[in-house]
C-alpha cells in the first residue's frame, strides 16, 4: 500500500455541497475520491487540457418513485452480493451499454457477444 499523508484545505460552502453531493454518488470514501479527483486533474493537464474519459454528456431524465426504489432496491442487494458498492451511474451506464451492443449487433454495425471475430467458424450445438 502506497505511503499517505493528510491534505487539508479550506473551501467554500457551495464547492464542499457539491463536492460531497458527487462522492456520495460514487460509493468512494472522502480520501479515495479526493484522490481520484487529484488523479484525474493531472492526466487532464498532461494531455493539454482534455478529460482521460473524452468530452462527456449529461443526461438527465425522471422516472416515477416505484422505478426509483427498485433500483434503490437492486443496487443494495447487489452491493451485499458482492461486497462492492453499485452506484446509479455504474447500473444505468452498464444497461445502456448493453442495451446498445445488442441494437447494434441486430442492425449489423457491431460485432454480436459470442460472435467468433476471428473468421473461422464455431461449432453448432444441437437442439
Known sequence: MA????????????????VYADKESTGLTTSEYITRL???????????????????????????EELFQRIKS????????????????????????????EAECQAGVGPCEGEDTTGGSQPQADS
Open 3 to 18: 505511503q499517505t499523508i493528510n491534505l487539508c484545505a479550506q473551501i467554500p460552502i457551495d464547492l464542499h455541497s457539491r
Open 38 to 64: 487529484l488523479i484525474e486533474y493531472y492526466k487532464m493537464k498532461e494531455n493539454g487540457g482534455s478529460s482521460t474519459m473524452g468530452k462527456t454528456r449529461t443526461m438527465a431524465f425522471q422516472i416515477s
Open 74 to 101: 437492486h443496487l443494495e442487494r447487489e452491493t451485499a452480493r458482492t461486497g462492492k458498492k453499485l452506484t446509479q451511474r455504474e447500473f444505468i451506464l452498464s444497461l445502456i451499454e448493453q442495451a446498445l451492443s
